[in-house]
């Protein structure tokens, strides 16, 4: 049997980067070091929950340095550091959303015209609500965006940050109508 696993080995070699043969070594790893852990003869897995849960728990501790306390300091830019932005009116949402905590989130929407809408819109991490910054629309046979399109939406989405004019809705699709509504 060794003797057909290295003849196999020598005849298809493992082309894959070293990098993606590392990881899959940590994985097999970690599986094994789960004491409860067993597989049924078709394949299935299964563990003790409260294993995984302690698991969980000791790489949370292991790696808190890592995460950014809401109410913490931030390293981030601060030129838009003050600014607050109401949500658009709605129970669900009571607190205002800090531009700090938002992440970039990019939209495509294809037009019955053949044009495209390119969107940037901020996702709150706190109320997990979208917002759009920006939009760009992009009409003809375009093999790749012109350079100055990143430069213009940074500095479109900077003015939007500091204006604080941002409408906040439960998701993207939402907000991406509401944008083109003013239109």
Request: net charge neutral; with cysteine.
């Amino acid at each position: 049997m060794i003797n057909l696993h290295r003849l196999i080995t020598r005849l298809f070699p493992d082309r894959r980067p070293e990098r993606e043969k590392a990881r899959e070594r940590e994985f097999i790893l970690a599986a094994n070091s789960l004491k409860t852990l067993t597989v049924t003869p078709e394949g299935g897995m299964s563990i003790d929950p409260e294993e995984l849960r302690d698991q969980i728990i000791a790489s949370r501790e292991q790696l808190k340095h890592l995460v950014h306390k809401p109410g913490a300091p931030s390293r981030a830019s601060k030129a838009a550091g003050g600014v607050e932005v109401e949500p658009e009116a709605s129970p669900a949402v009571v607190a205002a959303v800090s531009v700090m905590e938002c992440v970039e989130v990019v939209a495509w929407r294809r037009l019955q015209a053949g044009a495209a809408v390119r969107y940037v819109c901020l996702q709150s991490t706190s109320t997990g609500r979208f917002a759009v910054a920006s939009a760009s629309m992009f009409t003809g046979a375009i093999e790749s965006l012109p350079t100055w399109v990143d430069g213009n939406t940074n500095r479109q989405v900077a003015n939007a940050l500091q204006s604080g004019v941002l409408h906040w809705y439960a998701t993207l699709s939402e907000a991406m109508n509401a944008w083109d509504a003013e239109l």
